[in-house]
């Protein structure tokens, strides 16, 4: 499945964005989808996952509560709404794909990825 993000910005603290992860490709039932961000020089970090046969969602503790993941399985698409942002929220964000859902919170168990969006939180 090829992946599309899109959605990213510059927005002030306490501000709000939602992300946008296309799929042109078949997703499937066992599939997690997931979105992590990534510093310069860092690695890249879980911020939250959702299984496309049961919509069972996972979040890193640094977001839950302020952001949402869900998905549109019409649209094969899954979206990432990012509320009460913080400038540590600054990153370039990716979803990916990981086929057989046995760890979405490690993302060398994704098998796809979309290119990065850009996040900037201001202060």
């Known amino acids: 499945v090829q992946l599309q993000a899109s959605g990213g910005g510059l927005v002030q603290v306490g501000g709000s964005l939602r992300l946008s992860c296309a799929g042109s490709?078949?997703?499937?039932?066992?599939?997690?989808m997931g979105w992590f961000r990534q510093l310069p020089g860092k690695e890249r970090e879980f911020v939250a996952a959702?299984?496309?046969?049961?919509?069972?969602?996972i979040y890193a503790d640094s977001v839950k509560g302020r952001f949402t993941i869900s998905r549109d399985a019409a649209k094969n698409t899954v979206y990432l709404q990012m509320n009460s942002l913080k400038p540590e929220d600054t990153a370039v964000y990716f979803c990916?794909?990981?086929?057989?859902?046995?760890?979405?919170?490690?993302?060398?168990?994704?098998?796809?990825w979309g290119q990065g969006t850009l996040v900037t939180v201001s202060s």
């Open positions: 959702i299984r496309w046969r049961n919509n069972n969602k």
């Open positions: 990916g794909a990981e086929r057989d859902g046995s760890n979405p919170r490690t993302a060398n168990e994704y098998d796809y």
């Open positions: 490709g078949p997703i499937y039932a066992n599939d997690y």
